[in-house]
């Protein structure tokens, strides 16, 4: 029986390059929480996409020489691979070229047009296009803008706005009167003195490029790409033309957004959610930016983790587990390899891995592979068995506060007592004892039992090694399902079955110098002049070049920069002059076969005739021949 419904979501991801570890991390926190209330019996919505118009996106394909369109399909293919590869259990993916949100937008936008909210003026701000956001003259206080730090632009023209003004009451209220909406505390703290300073009307339409929905009303006008984003949450559900989805899951029961764009959520969104007179989402969550030692993760600065280059050294679980673990929700918190490499070791590989292979070895080695029944209680059992049976509960109450670390911690109290029961137990010694038996008997079931609850209770945040642990239990024919762990003695008869080792173990240093290896920044992409011109066949025709050898070379008497060359053309030999003597000692060209430009009009160099033109190649810096094994006098073309 379902519990009810749990729309969760994720920002919408700019496609302007690849992502990186910090995209990753709110994605994985949502996966997470999907999953988990999958398993409690809700019928959950997770959704996540692109957000694929704007400036920014516009800006990024014309440097890159192809449309807008061509270049968020490639990157949001990218995207959809990332997500494959991490088993990310979205339910939608909703781009924002995508028809059916075009016209939903639209369809929102008249709504509140209709409803008097939004008007046409003059705007002129200040602009971010990074962060295709708005400021007024003092939020971006010395021509920065106040989140991303790099510099604004004024902007002026005629353009839509919405009056969000109206609603700054009601959002003061909603802050005041209900402290879930906005969590955490300092986030709700921040807006709330946001909205109290006053709320300026917001310019919600851009006439000076084209790479957006346009305006219903007006020609020549792009919706605002903050409001085309966030319009997602519902354009997604099929508001409002195809409403089924939206009126089982609207409102949302979270949205998990990072720091920077709580402001977005919280004052914009529900304003204009309150403007369509549609009810607010019951939750916005702020969470915490994963930093590099050198400051944010940035693709311009070059310092970006790359999630595909760890998660094929590692495994998806284990940087899933890493960044659910490592991180408080809400916190900003440092990267570094090392202390990705210390969880993995120790958490993983030690703790867990440890304990699924005693576990599973020492059912094999002492009851030929089967799980014996449950037997009488003594020693250390209740105690386990009581912290089993309570790890549901205390993981619940901490997934309901999104402290996704310490659900995680107290699944490894859990695993940490149940090696300390096998240390406590001494199976080896029991076994030594045939009047032992029947103890060591209950040892290896309470030990499997352990087992099988921790495999369930991973299974929201690391499905796969769930699945592994399983399947050596002998449990692989059943999905697991929270009221698993509603019981502590129901194994009996399962045929277990060693496997690799879910985690093998890190040679930290080693691995520490691969992963520097790995991520090292990219050398900056290097800049080409532009293709020049066009130009007919006639014109190149018009050339003649030819294969030349150079027999001799002595320096020009009187330029420094200048080379006298002799060069036999097929039955002639003539002399060229040449700019390279910065380039090339006059010995290290002889010998050399080139390509001649040989009916370029003679000049006279300083006193000395040049007839002709070796080409080189030129990297901006250095010269390079571009040499020919062909035999001199003969054409090129
Ligand atoms: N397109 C907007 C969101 C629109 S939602 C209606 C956007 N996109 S983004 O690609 O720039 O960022 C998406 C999310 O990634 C944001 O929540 C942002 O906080 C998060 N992160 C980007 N870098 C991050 C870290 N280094 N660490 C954690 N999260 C980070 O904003």
Redesign the pocket.
């Known amino acids: 029986m379902s519990k009810g419904t749990y729309y969760i979501t994720t920002?919408?991801?700019?496609p302007s390059s690849n992502l990186h570890i910090?995209?990753t991390?709110?994605t994985v926190m949502a996966d997470a929480m999907a999953r988990f209330k999958r398993l409690q019996g809700y019928d959950v919505m997770f959704l996540t996409g692109t957000?694929e118009h704007g400036q920014k996106i516009q800006k990024v394909a014309a440097e890159r020489g192809i449309t807008p369109i061509q270049h968020v399909d490639e990157i949001v293919g990218g995207i959809k691979e990332l997500w494959k590869t991490m088993e990310i259990s979205y339910d939608d993916f909703i781009r924002t070229t995508e028809e059916r949100h075009i016209k939903r937008v639209q369809a929102l936008f008249m709504k509140m047009y209709e409803k008097g909210d939004i008007y046409k003026g003059e705007y002129e701000g200040w602009y971010c296009t990074p962060c295709e956001a708005f400021w007024t003259e003092t939020q971006a206080a010395e021509g920065k803008c106040p989140d991303c730090g790099r510099p604004v632009e004024k902007a002026r023209e005629s353009a839509y706005f919405f009056r969000l003004s109206k609603y700054q009451d009601a959002l003061i209220e909603l802050f005041e009167s209900n402290p879930e909406f906005l969590q955490p505390d300092s986030r709700r703290n921040e807006m709330l003195s946001f909205a109290r300073q006053g709320l300026s009307d917001l310019c919600i339409s851009r006439s000076s490029f084209d790479w957006g929905i346009p305006v219903p009303v007006e020609e020549g006008h792009v919706i605002y790409v903050w409001l085309d984003?966030?319009s997602?949450y519902i354009t997604a559900l099929g508001y409002p033309d195809e409403p089924e989805k939206y009126d089982k899951y609207w409102p949302a029961d979270v949205h998990l957004?990072?720091?920077?764009?709580v402001r977005f959520h919280s004052i914009i969104w529900p304003a204009m959610l309150m403007s369509a007179e549609l009810p607010l989402p019951k939750k916005v969550l702020g969470h915490g930016?994963?930093?590099l030692e050198g400051g944010?993760?940035s693709k311009s600065r070059g310092n970006v983790v790359d999630p595909v280059k760890l998660i094929e050294r590692y495994g998806v679980d284990a940087l899933k587990y890493f960044l659910l673990r490592e991180y408080t929700f809400g916190q900003d918190g440092l990267y570094t390899n090392e202390v990705m490499l210390n969880r993995m070791n120790f958490d993983l590989a030690n703790d867990l891995g440890n304990l699924v292979s005693r576990t599973v070895s020492m059912i094999e080695k002492y009851n030929g592979g089967i799980v014996p029944p449950a037997g009488p209680e003594e020693g250390p059992d209740a105690e386990l068995k009581e912290l089993a049976l309570a790890a549901a509960g205390k993981v619940e109450a901490h997934m309901d506060k999104f402290s996704f670390s310490l659900a995680l911690e107290e699944i490894w109290i859990l695993i940490r007592r149940t090696n300390k029961y096998i240390d406590e137990t001494a199976p080896w010694a029991l076994a030594k004892d045939e009047a032992s038996r029947d103890r060591l008997m209950t040892v290896l079931h309470n030990l499997a039992e352990s087992l099988r609850m921790v495999s369930v209770l991973l299974f929201p945040f690391m499905k796969t090694t769930s699945g592994k642990i399983r399947k050596q239990l002998g449990l692989w024919f059943a999905e697991p399902e929270w009221a698993d762990l509603k019981a502590f003695d129901v194994m009996n008869g399962e045929e277990v079955k060693k496997g690799e080792a879910i985690f093998p173990r890190l040679d930290v240093e080693a691995e520490l110098a691969a992963l520097e290896a790995l991520n090292a920044p990219a050398e900056p992409e290097k800049e080409y002049p532009p293709i020049k011109d066009e130009i007919e066949y006639d014109d190149f025709a018009k050339l003649d070049l030819r294969v030349g050898e150079i027999l001799s070379c002595e320096k020009h008497p009187k330029a420094d920069k200048l080379l006298v060359l002799q060069v036999k053309m097929g039955n002639e030999v003539r002399q060229i002059v040449s700019g390279i003597a910065e380039h090339f000692k006059p010995e290290e060209t002889v010998g050399k076969k080139v390509v001649i430009v040989a009916n370029l009009k003679p000049r006279m160099l300083r006193g000395q005739e040049s007839k002709g033109m070796i080409l080189f190649a030129d990297n901006g810096d250095s010269l390079a021949f571009v040499s020919t094994d062909a035999a001199d006098g003969e054409t090129v073309s």
């Open positions: 920002p919408i991801y700019y910090g995209h991390y709110c957000d984003a966030l997602n957004v990072g720091k920077e764009i930016w994963i930093l944010k993760m």
